[in-house]
């Protein structure tokens, strides 16, 4: 039996994934269910596990390969099974014609000592023939400071730089910021910790009241389709985590996190963000995010302004809880508090939406009691 081995949908927005390596070598006995590939889309890297059992008679996509979703990438099968014929490679496209160039003899050579593509030189004169002048200029741009080193960008890296490029680019990002006291949850996380038998963090309780207070504010748990706008039925909350690989960022997703209690939240929390910072996010923990948290405190940022995900229309920062002076009535005093920031896709919603659920979350936070988690 000849199984084929195709390029999975590992999250929802995902169209393709680069192969970022393979466990087994074409020849050697694969069993079903044992990690085969690594994929790596720009949420994270997912070890995928055989579909069949046989040898790894083909591989298709070597090391590297951005693949389509829904292609074949190998095949599995016995050392007797005939092997399905191959397609035949999809022609590329030609490559434009580059435009007539008119250069002196001078620039040319100029041009060549600099290693200046004369292509990317504008021309001053009115005629279009590029001068030694234009190509000095040309060097002047293009010289920088000098270099230390370069480093190639992995799989990983690149296709986090291509999914942030693209929701830079295509989503119109504003955002509303609240300073928020901390001090009703500090006080209540050592009962917590001890009432639920694990360590409870601040991010922990505030995962748990945003995905509470999102089915009332649904156009946070939404997106922008074709022509409409889209409101999610789950309230699936994406878990932002630095991971270990090319300084790149990992969202695992807590599935339909507001019917879950303050400890089951918490445990998943601390799941997620370990198998992110060792690379080991299944498909699962990534598809179908609605609502991204992404929590800076530990890095020591009192506020950040991060990018909204393709297919989102909304993202919670929390900075990090510190003592400051508040006012209190006519005195001044020193609270622990944070800056809590939505960024948000101004196409979906806007800041009256975003700011009247932060001004939610803010009362819901400050007012925590542990009897809340029971």
Known sequence: MVTKVIMEKLAENTEEATI????????????????????ITDKASVEVPAPGSGVLRKV???????????????????PEDELPSLAEPRPQAPRPERRAIKASFGARRLARELGIDLATVAPARSDGRITEDDVRRAAARAVGPPVLERRPLGPLKRAVVAHLSKSATGIPVASVALEVSFEAVQRALPQLSQGLGAEVE???????????????HRLLNAA?????????????????VDTEQEAAVAVGVIHE???????????EARAVSEKARSGHLAPDDLANVTFTVVDHGSLGLDSSVPLVGER????LAIGAIAPRPVARGE???????????VAFDHRVLNATVAATFLRALKERIENFQPTEAD
């Open 202 to 216: 601040p991010r922990d309780v505030v995962l748990w009241l945003a995905a509470r207070l999102l089915p009332e």
């Open 312 to 315: 989102q229309s909304a993202v």
């Open 20 to 39: 970022g390596q393979w466990f087994k070598r074409e020849g050697e006995r694969v069993e079903e269910g044992e990690p085969l590939y690594e994929a």
């Open 331 to 341: 005195r001044l005093v020193v609270a622990h508090t944070a800056t809590l920031t």
């Open 257 to 267: 996190a507001d019917k879950k209690s303050l400890g089951e939240l918490a445990a």
């Open 224 to 240: 922008l389709a074709a022509d409409a706008i889209i409101v999610y039925e789950p309230i699936n909350i994406g878990l932002a």
């Open 60 to 78: 298709l996509a070597p090391a590297s390969s951005v693949v389509p979703v829904g292609q074949v990438i190998a095949f599995i099968a016995e």
